[in-house]
């Protein structure tokens, strides 16, 4: 329960400082590109299709950031799928951070220590926090909350890095 109380202190002192924020931005948050997803992991040409256009859009509007929030791809396990979805994130201008968060297809369909380890071996990270002018951005991985009802302890001041420093 004290844990819990942390994080509701982070939240309230994150909404604290975004409202006395005075630069305005603005952001672009994507969910479920999920590679290999329209032709049942025989291909994913679909998707590169889509998220192509989707970057052109990113690029052409240059947000401050860009939080994907999971489902990158269809199968967990497909290395094809994992290796496509980060080339063609690479597409997206390196001046503009890239975060991503797993989705339960990234986990295989199974919240275990096993798959959200390959999880991160894959993209380095599965919870972050950081600030946009005074704005506090938080991140989690929430198919671990859903899976045991546990929030991890591991968040609070966790070293956060850009998809994009992969």
Known sequence: MSRLFVYLVVAIFCITKTLAQSE?????QLSDPQFGMLEKNKSFSQE???????????????????????DMVNDGKDQKQIDEFKRVCKLIKKSIP???LPGNHDLSQQCTDESVSDYMDEYGYDCF?????????????TPVIFANGKISTDLVGKDSREFSEM
């Open 24 to 28: 305005s931005f603005y952001f672009i």
């Open 48 to 70: 590169t299709m889509i998220m192509e256009k989707v970057i052109a859009a990113i690029n052409n509007l240059n947000p401050a950031f860009v939080v994907i929030t999971g």
């Open 98 to 100: 890239v975060y991503v």
């Open 129 to 141: 926090s950081f600030q946009v002018n005074n704005s506090c951005f938080i991140g989690l991985n």
